[in-house]
């Protein structure tokens, strides 16, 4: 004990801030496993050739046709055209899912653990499956 | 051919430029290589009238001049009976000067046949003569004039062989422009499609990238709910304060002591 008395200061918040920070942090750990989720999107992602443009290129065949040079066949080129709500285009998730599934298993069974299941589940390497008790809990991640 | 196109329009302009292209250039070659027909000089053997005479010999030269010489002859038998009667009316019949007159009778109606004779041979000669060169002249003006004409003719085929050239020629020109102008036609067609299809694809493009951008607001959502959250916090200016407090200690104590008792 020291002989004279002990003098300290402390740093205070509002108590409405304090629990405002405990409400984002909650918020926070709850969107972690949410915002570690890959979420495709399926569906096309670049416009498809328009009629008008197929018809051009249909065109130009047919001219080099008439002079006796070489043609090509686009559609042999360009992936299949998806239609999806009216809209007509080309979707790349078909290359992402095969770049995927060329990452080793493990490797994605890890990536994908800080995300959500199938099922709506948190991940096993989510916040909420972290072996520390927390003052403050999160809501669960339920709706 | 598209449905409702020109019924007249029996290729896409692209074949019809390549079909003008082609033939453009054989007949533009082919006009390269054309030769013009020569003109070749006609000639012609001139006649010769003594070959025609024969025809125009009176066939009844030889009559004629059998029946003047008879003509002749029966003149001088009928002068001789005269002077034989003439003599023996005189007596002289027979006497030397009869013989003498007789003798030059015989004489001049001699002469007189010979030249007769031979005026008649010189008449028919020469009046073959001048037909046979009627009929010459009149073959080589023939001759000459269908020379003449040929001459004209193949300067005329010449000359329009020329032009039937030049007119392919040009017709080759034309079809080439033509050609190009159907190339020309197909392009501002195809670019125009090009154009519009474009215009097309990019509102569909951007309707995507709405879409997109939509989804993408939707998965974030939470994290756009949690943004606002904290920026709600860190806007909010000086809200850390501060508390003091004190822990006495032993002489703070003792201190106190002595002030209750002193």
Known sequence: MAKGGTQSTQATLPSWFETG???????????????????????????????QELASMQ?????????????????????????????QGYSAQPMIDQMISNVPQAQRDYIESFGLTDTGEVGSRAPQNQPVELEMQPSGGGK | ???????????????????????????????????????????????????????????????VVQQTLADIGQ??????????????????????RHG???????????????????QLRQQGFNTALGAAQNQAAAQNAASQFGAQAGMTAQQLNQMAGLQGAQQRLGAASQLGNLGRQSFGYGQ?????????GAMQRQIQQQLIDQARGGFQRYTGA?????????????????????????????????????????
Request: glycine content about 12%; cysteine-free.
């Open chain 2, 75 to 96: 003149a001088q038998d009928i002068a001789l009976n005269q002077m034989g009667a003439q003599a023996e009316a005189a007596n002289a019949f027979g006497g030397s």
């Open chain 1, 21 to 51: 920070l405990q409400q984002g942090v909650g918020m926070g750990t709850d969107m972690a496993p949410l915002m570690s989720t890959y979420i495709p999107e399926s569906g096309p992602t670049v416009a498809a050739l328009s009629p």
């Open chain 2, 100 to 118: 003498v007159a007789e003798a030059q009778t015989r004489v001049g109606y001699g002469k007189q046949a010979a030249n007769t004779v031979g």
């Open chain 2, 1 to 63: 051919m598209g449905a409702g196109a020109n019924p007249q329009m029996t290729s896409n302009p692209y074949a019809q430029a390549s079909g003008a292209q082609q033939g453009a250039l054989a007949g533009t070659a082919a006009g390269m290589t054309y030769q013009p027909s020569q003109v070749q000089a006609t000639s012609y053997q001139a006649a010769d009238p003594t070959q025609f005479m024969a025809n125009y010999q009176n066939p009844y030269e030889s009559q």
């Open chain 2, 188 to 196: 501002q067609i195809q670019q125009q499609q090009a154009q519009e």
């Open chain 2, 222 to 262: 939470p994290q756009q709910g949690l943004q606002t959250l904290i920026s709600t916090l860190t806007g909010v200016p000086n809200v850390t304060g501060q508390s003091q407090s004190f822990q006495p200690g032993l002489f703070n104590y003792l201190q106190l002591g002595a002030n209750m008792f002193g």
């Open chain 1, 59 to 87: 065109s130009t065949n047919m001219a080099a046709q008439s002079f006796g040079m070489p043609t090509a066949d686009t559609s042999s080129y360009l992936p299949q055209v998806q239609n999806m709500g009216g809209i």
